[in-house]
Nanobody
Framework: QVQLVESGGGSVQAGGSLRLSCAAF????????MGWFRQAPGKEREGVAI???????SYADSVKGRFTISQDHAKNTLYLQMNSLKPEDTAMYSC??????????????????????WGQGTQVTVSS
């Protein structure tokens, strides 16, 4: 079993930055996809950014150019650098993992139903 623990959320003004972290505990196979999803009140959870074990990244159109996903294999940690934050970025951000999926196109990697392991989430609030 894999445990995912997020941190780094908080409240910032529009235009500010935050860096989210997701620490993974337990065995992770050599082929996987990991990433960030977010859910605002009254909205469905949506994929934000994904990185696979080969380093390939996928982003939602709404965050391209502003968010950067990365991973530190030595620390077993996933990151999401969020710059130029907008009020519409306000949401609960969750880390997710699935084994395999490396060959899938970006749209499929960003589907929440493809993921089996989830963290508890960390809140991001952006004020105008």
């Amino acid at each position: 079993q894999v445990q995912l623990v997020e941190s780094g959320g908080g409240s910032v003004q529009a235009g500010g930055s935050l860096r989210l972290s997701c620490a993974a505990f337990g065995y992770i196979t050599s082929s996987y996809c990991m990433g960030w999803f977010r859910q605002a009140p009254g909205k469905e959870r949506e994929g934000v950014a994904i990185i696979d074990s080969d380093g390939s990244t996928s982003y939602a159109d709404s965050v391209k150019g502003r968010f950067t996903i990365s991973q530190d294999h030595a620390k077993n940690t996933l990151y999401l650098q969020m710059n130029s934050l907008k009020p519409e970025d306000t949401a609960m951000y969750s880390c997710a993992l699935r084994y395999g999926g490396n060959s899938y196109p970006a749209w499929r990697k960003l589907m929440r139903t493809e993921y089996n392991y989830w963290g508890q989430g960390t809140q991001v609030t952006v004020s105008s």
